[in-house]
């Protein structure tokens, strides 16, 4: 396998970020096994996770390349929810990156919670600015088409950034790797407070919601 260069830009617009990024997603056990996926674009094209692979695993010699219409330029097969990462990059130009992700803690609070269009508590100032008012989604079969484009119609709003998929996982957007992989250690930090404390936990009040997120 091709080696990453480690004086790359962290998690830069590259084979080389991208790997590093899948495999934080794996060191933060926010994916386990062959679970969760990734994908970047880069211009007119889209690089992927593939199919049945560890995060942890990654390699730039392993990144599928595909264009906007999911036409595999160079690779093997890709993750089985490409139609919902494409769905959501044609939808969204304001983004380049879209991350799902099945971390225990959020599977967990997810499947104690009812879906709603603000489901998970804020908790966190972290999570507040990255992620509320977070939406859950009810449980859909991965990698259907009903799947892929019920996501896409509930992130087509400019001001989404995550939703969480009930039993399933989490999807997170960023106009680039960082900025999708923040919201996703934010969403995940408030779900393991979640379960830690049973879901008692004291929420940020809407005065200082505010303060941390000024109205336009």
């Given amino acids: 396998m091709e080696a990453i260069n480690k004086k790359e830009n962290f998690m830069s617009a590259s084979k080389e970020g991208f790997c590093q990024a899948c495999h934080l997603l794996y060191e933060r056990r926010l ?8 994908s970047l674009r880069v211009g007119g094209k889209v690089y992927l996770t593939p199919t049945g692979c560890s995060l942890r695993d990654m390699s730039p ?16 097969k890709p993750t089985m929810e490409a139609g919902m990462h494409l769905g959501l990059l ?17 599977i967990a609070a997810s499947s104690t919670l009812f879906p709603a269009p603000d489901t998970f508590p804020p908790l966190t100032p972290g999570f507040v600015y990255h992620a509320h008012p977070l939406p859950m989604l009810p449980f859909m079969v991965p990698g259907t088409r009903v799947l892929a484009e019920t996501v896409t119609r509930e992130l087509s709003l400019p001001t989404r950034k995550a939703l969480v998929l009930q039993n399933h996982g989490l999807v997170t957007l960023g106009k680039d790797l960082k900025e999708a992989l923040n919201a996703a250690e934010e969403i995940d930090d408030v779900a393991r407070i979640c379960v830690f404390t049973k879901g008692k936990a004291k929420v940020i009040s809407h005065e200082d919601i505010e303060k941390i997120c000024p109205p336009d």
């Fill in 31 to 38: 994916v386990t096994g062959s679970g969760g996926n990734l």
């Fill in 90 to 106: 044609r939808e969204r130009q304001d983004i380049n990156v879209v991350c799902h992700v099945h971390g225990a803690y959020i």
């Fill in 61 to 76: 010699d392993m990144v599928v390349t595909v264009d906007m219409d999911g036409q595999v330029l160079e690779g093997a």
